[in-house]
């Protein structure tokens, strides 16, 4: 029976757990609120062909001939602005190249962002020196949940993912399921007093995860559903890189 990908809105783990399948994409809470940040060098907003948009930062400089990893990332508000400028001075510290997107967001359907997602991620790497098999996605709550969900639904095209306080969406929590995605590794920020999605219940994820052949790794933090701060960001992103 074909699976069904339904976007009911779900703001608690209780919600996650009791709405099983009909769990939404994205539905894990909204990206915490934050005074306005200032974009790092040298990004840059790219429109495509309709709403398709993304905003992506390039690494310094970079070597001719050498090709670099790319973390793209997905925010719960579809506002790239939500990792600035932590997380895009850390790719860069990290001789990665950043790229976020402006047409995820919470409760949107799998037709409306995942296309605009896969023609974002081949825009950049037909625009700059991107590794194929290092391309990376990265989101918080409900971005993150997306993340595994484009890993599913384009086979080998993501590397691994990077997810900040975001659960497995419900149709991925079957033994094996995500070996579909051909991730090669995972690694989970956990704020240790998320009480949306909850430490305990990510340590269940990353036994599913585990269970798909996927290496994966847990980071913690002080904090509850917020995004992380540059060091663990940092440890993450390296260890992500190192594993796959």
């Not at 001789?95 to 605009?116: E, I, K, Q, W």
């Not at 950049?124 to 918080?140: A, E, H, N, Q, T």
């Not at 999605?197 to 933090?221: C, H, M, R, W």
Request: aromatic share 10%; hydrophobic share 40%; net charge positive.
């Amino acid at each position: 029976m074909k699976k069904v990908w339904p976007l009911y809105a779900s703001n608690t783990l209780t919600g996650i757990l009791s709405l099983s399948i009909l769990i939404a994409v994205g539905g894990c809470g909204g990206a915490p609120q934050a005074p306005k940040k200032t974009p790092p060098p040298l990004v840059k907003k790219v429109q495509l062909q309709g709403e398709t948009a993304y905003d992506v930062c390039s690494v310094p400089n970079p070597e001719k001939g050498k090709k670099y990893p790319l973390f793209f990332f997905l925010s719960p508000n579809g506002n790239p602005r939500d990792f600035y400028p932590v997380q895009a001075e850390v790719c860069l510290q990290n001789s990665c190249f950043f790229g976020a997107s402006y047409n995820f967001r919470n409760n949107v359907s799998l037709d409306n962002f995942l296309p605009a997602l896969k023609a974002s991620i081949w825009d950049i790497s037909s625009r700059y020196p991107i590794d194929p098999k290092r391309v990376y996605l990265c989101g918080f709550s409900g971005g993150g949940m997306a993340s595994y969900v484009t890993a599913y639904f384009n086979p080998g095209l993501i590397r691994g993912v990077l997810s900040n306080d975001g659960a497995l969406h419900a149709n991925l929590l079957e033994p094996g399921e995500l070996k579909q995605s051909q991730l090669k590794a995972v690694a989970i920020l956990s704020g240790t007093m998320d009480a949306v999605v909850t430490p305990d219940y990510l340590k269940q994820n990353a036994k599913i995860v585990e269970g798909a052949g996927i290496k994966v790794q847990i980071f913690s933090f002080e904090g509850d559903h917020v995004i992380a701060g540059p060091e663990e960001w940092d440890k993450a992103m390296k260890w992500l890189l190192k594993e796959s």
